[in-house]
């Protein structure tokens, strides 16, 4: 793990959904990161004021390139600039990658229930795509809890996985606006809706849950009162502030 | 020198003095756990501490209240870069639960409900310095933040605050807790950036 701060290049920025882009960054000497982990991003104004904040890889392996999928925050400090103004060819720095916990591993033998709330399918994807590139055939479910269709990030990939990928399950939740023709209108994801659209407690999966704290919250209860044991779950918030109330 | 963003200008709320390099000012409390949060009646609760010598000393939920109680005013600083300042706790000082235990280690490893440890240098937990809280703002502490007590570190980064505290294992040697083992530093001074190993 590095605690050095290292130079970053931009080398790709591209629109994930209405409010988020995927920024691909470069960074030499990066000698991989698992599937979770994720990173600081340090950004310098010309007078030395200087802000950090951490994000989600997307990506996992051996590359130099690394992705993070950033959602602009309103009133954020550092996503609207990482949004709108970041170009390709600009450079800023990074430290990391970061974490233990919240990481999943291609040696893992576990069935795997990944549960994400909007822009809390970032590290996930990145256990996804890691798990896809592995020689591991472990069932992998989601759950992707969103607002609307249009606020789907990585939709092409994983509407491809959904049906080409034999180790992966992919199931959505849609709480305030369904897609044409969808079976069920939308409504917010209710207990009962969350455990007929996950694996069983009998399939004794590994549990990561990441999304807005509120979210986190409910859904973790959920789960350790139908039974999955509190060591099988590994929670994690996305937006630093999203606070409680 | 570092990379500047020609067209980042900021908030600039992190120009305050009171902040330690590298945070940024909140009005709110994030939660960040690493899994479900336990759910602990005051009646079951129970806080301990052990010594090398193995010496067990323990007060239920009733023996805790009838301690002193104190008003705690203080910043708290998250790893994960946020900052709140002049935040009000109530508890009881660590001064006082360590009043009766006689020892002559120098870490302790404190357990929490749902099997979270975090370890700390005592001499960071006593002369006014750490409280078993139980009041945040006024209000009894939510679940989510660490009800019905959790320990308050405030010069430390907040994951050595543990939440839905249990109690507190005195050692010989500094061995390092659940974020301590997963890449977060030993110590966790927020003023010497001291947030990864």
Redesign the interface.
Known sequence: MSTLWRVAEVVSGVPESETSRTIGLRVDGMNGNLAGQHIDIRLTADDGYTAVRSYSLATAGMDEIIEITVDELANGEVSPYLVRNLMVGDQLEIRGPVGGWFVWRPTDPNPVQLIAGGSGIVPLMSMIRAHEAADNSSQFRLLYSLKSPGAGFYREELLTLSRESAKLVVDYAYTRQAPQGWPDPPQRLSEEALLATILPVEAAPAVFICGQTIFVETVSGWLVQAGYPAASIKTERFGGTGGLR | M???????????H??NPALPP?Q?E?D???????????NIATADWEFFITTGAGQRHTWSWDAFMALPQVEIRTDIHCV???SQLGTTWRGVSLDTLFDEVETTSEFTMAHSY??YTTNVPLQDLLDGQAWVAWEFGGRPL?R??GGPARLLVPHLYLWKSAKWINGIELMNEDIPG??E???YHLHGDPWREQ???
């Open positions: 570092g990379i500047i963003s020609s067209g980042f200008h900021g908030k600039r992190a120009g590298g940024h909140t709110t409390f994030p939660v960040l756990t690493a899994g479900p949060a336990p994960t870069s946020w749902g099997g939510e989510a933040h659940f974020w083992s997963n890449g947030r990864y190993s």
